[in-house]
């Protein structure tokens, strides 16, 4: 069973550019979940979708990033403008609805904001 | 907001040593899993538990979720190099979230 894809793995832009990264869920999985990874911390949740319907977006920068699941499957996260605090580990994972909820994520994408 | 608390936040021990890092909370969880992260990867599940006072093992790892679903404990028995980690513990509850800690990074010298 292929994993959680995401591309590019890594990226470096200059503040105020803009910056998109991409997720593919392991195949059939229903919910969708982007995660920032600051160095030093856990992940902390971004936007969570169950199929292409948005289940919580409260963490979400929304005045520059979006994010959005066409068709319920993959999924992109934009970042316009991007700040110099945006650097960090982009990570996307996936989980079935069913069982307690096991996540299974992608490697990431490093951003740098320089 | 709920909030999970690891200890230590970093740790190297010698190659063969026993450890024990901790994950504590204010909130009770429907379960909690525990994660290990490696350089350039996301987080790999371990275990997940969903029971009060469950223990699971896992070769040389053992995990325990505490009766009052709060905390939970992650004992290594004789650490090797490979072990070599930032260990995530994560809780979670209804809407299928999950909380992580700020992880403890283990190091194991050979």
């Known amino acids: 069973e292929a994993g959680v894809a995401q591309s590019p793995r890594y990226k470096i832009i200059e503040k105020r550019q803009s910056v998109a990264f991409w997720c593919n869920p392991i195949?059939?999985?229903?919910?969708l979940y982007w995660y920032q990874q600051i160095l030093g911390q856990g992940p902390k949740l971004l936007i969570q979708?169950?199929?292409?319907?948005?289940?919580?977006d409260s963490q979400l920068p929304k005045d520059r990033f979006s994010a959005e699941r066409l068709k319920g499957v993959d999924s992109t996260l934009k970042i316009q403008p991007a700040k110099l605090e945006d650097s960090a580990v982009y990570l996307c994972?996936?989980?079935?609805?069913?069982?307690?909820?096991?996540?299974?994520f992608g490697p990431g994408t490093r951003l740098t904001v320089t | 907001t709920q909030l999970l608390e690891q200890s230590p936040q970093f740790l190297s021990i010698q190659e063969g040593e026993n450890l024990t890092v901790y994950c504590n909370s204010s909130?009770?969880?429907?379960?909690l899993q525990w994660y290990r992260q490696e350089p350039g990867e996301g987080p790999v599940l371990l275990v997940t538990?969903?029971?009060?006072?469950e223990v699971k093992k896992l070769k040389r790892l053992t995990f325990q979720f505490g009766d009052a679903r709060k905390d939970s404990s992650l004992h290594i028995t004789a650490a090797q190099p490979g072990d070599t980690g930032l260990y995530l513990c994560?809780?979670?509850?209804?809407?299928?979230?999950?909380?992580f800690g700020s992880g403890t990074q283990l190091t194991v010298l050979p």
């Open positions: 909130s009770v969880f429907s379960s």
């Open positions: 195949s059939g999985h229903a919910t």
């Open positions: 994560a809780g979670g509850w209804t809407a299928r979230q999950l909380t």
């Open positions: 538990v969903v029971t009060g006072g």
């Open positions: 979708f169950q199929n292409n319907g948005v289940v919580d």
């Open positions: 994972a996936s989980s079935n609805i069913q069982g307690p909820g096991e996540q299974y």
